[in-house]
């Protein structure tokens, strides 16, 4: 029974996504990850929906996720009730000024621990969901 209480909070356990992106550049140096940063528009753009629904919420990205990457997500909702606070707001605009100055949603990037962008998928994924997790831990591994 204990046993099969562990599993269901393994499988419940929700990604963590970092806030800041200066943070997240520090615990991806300590743990030797890779960030993986996502624009999205979380409550008007449809395609950022999906990828979030069917990719960045999906078990198997979950379970490679969490050994791998540090996750940054910087939405930019246009529903008053989902809008961040302005800190919050600040930080995903200067993020936009550095690495989506067109404005493209949804866009994730995979960068190095400084930053640099290694990788650039612009809308959703054009494969599956186990093809894409396989394609980012590739990556991750190639750089460990």
Request: charge should be neutral.
């Amino acid at each position: 029974m204990k046993l099969i209480t562990l599993f269901l909070l393994l499988t419940v356990i929700p990604i963590n996504w970092e806030p800041d992106f200066n943070n997240a550049k520090k615990i991806a140096k300590e743990k030797h990850e890779l960030i993986l940063l996502n624009f999205s528009g979380s409550d008007w753009c449809g395609p950022c929906i999906v990828l979030r629904r069917d990719y960045l919420e999906s078990q198997v990205f979950s379970d490679m996720a969490n050994s791998n990457l540090v996750l940054v997500n910087a939405d930019f909702p246009r529903k008053k009730k989902n809008i961040g606070t302005p800190e919050q707001v600040k930080r995903n605009e200067d993020l936009a000024e550095i690495y989506n100055k067109e404005g493209s949603f949804p866009l994730t990037l995979l960068l190095d621990a400084d930053g640099k962008v290694i990788k650039t998928w612009h809308g959703k994924p054009e494969t599956t969901p186990e093809q894409w997790t396989a394609e980012i831990k590739a990556i991750c591994d190639s750089k460990k």
